[in-house]
């Protein structure tokens, strides 16, 4: 199973863009790459899903490279209900692959 | 979207009984459930996955005779910690995914939280 890479943690303010990226440098030919929200004492919420290049839902944008080594996920002009735990998850979308959970960034929005 | 309810969300109990979770997908059937376990400040650790009239999936280093799995039915899975102690004291999550068309994005209950005393 691929395994990937985030920063720990970021710091943003009210109203910015904030870009959070994932590294998976073993990433398969099936797999796809899915990103969670996760709030204190609250289930992972899913947030969007690619394959490649650039996928746009109400929430957020991803975007991915040619290689696929790596994503980013895109979220538009954040507010304090953004701060969370994002996670970057890498699977074989056509089969019931288990999800092993990395770090996760902890995203902070100030005021 | 697909909904996957989890009951209780919070539960006590003294050092030595049993606890049971369930885990049901609302709107959709699931051939496979997922449990995880989460520690405070932590990530999610997969546990188990649940097949739908089979024996579950336990991860290394997760005792299949602790955390009983059953999943009876395409909407229903449970998940039994027996004999708890209080470092069973955890988040449990569980997950389920509607599989259709191609889609392997699981949904994830509310969460229960154990508190073994």
């Known amino acids: 199973l691929a395994k990937t890479t985030q920063p720990i943690s970021m710091d943003s303010y009210e109203g910015q863009e904030v870009n959070i990226t994932c590294s998976h440098n073993n990433i398969a030919t099936n797999d796809y790459i899915t990103w969670y929200q996760q709030f204190p004492s609250q289930g992972p919420r899913f947030i969007i899903q690619?394959?490649?290049t650039k996928v746009t839902n109400e929430v957020a944008s991803l975007f991915i490279p040619a290689d696929r080594k790596s994503s980013t996920l895109s979220l538009p002009r954040v507010s304090l209900s953004d701060t969370a735990v994002y996670y970057c998850?890498?699977?074989?979308?056509?089969?019931?692959?288990?999800?092993?959970f990395g770090s996760g960034t902890k995203l902070n929005v100030k005021p | 979207g697909a909904v996957v309810s989890q009951h209780p969300s919070w539960v006590i109990c003294k050092s030595g009984t049993s606890v049971k979770i369930e885990c049901r997908s609302l709107?959709?059937?699931?051939?496979?459930m997922f449990w995880y376990r989460q520690f405070p400040k932590q990530s999610l650790m997969l546990m188990a996955t649940s097949n739908e009239g089979s024996k579950a999936t336990y991860e290394q280093g997760v005792e299949k005779d602790k955390f009983l799995i059953n999943h009876a039915s395409l909407t229903l899975s449970t998940l039994t910690v027996t004999s708890a102690h209080p470092e069973d004291s955890s988040f449990y999550i569980c997950s389920a995914s509607p599989g259709t068309g191609g889609k392997n994005i699981q949904y994830f209950g509310a969460g229960t939280r154990l508190s073994v005393l």
């Open positions: 998850l890498v699977g074989d979308r056509n089969n019931f692959n288990k999800f092993y």
């Open positions: 709107d959709f059937q699931a051939t496979t």
């Open positions: 690619g394959y490649k």
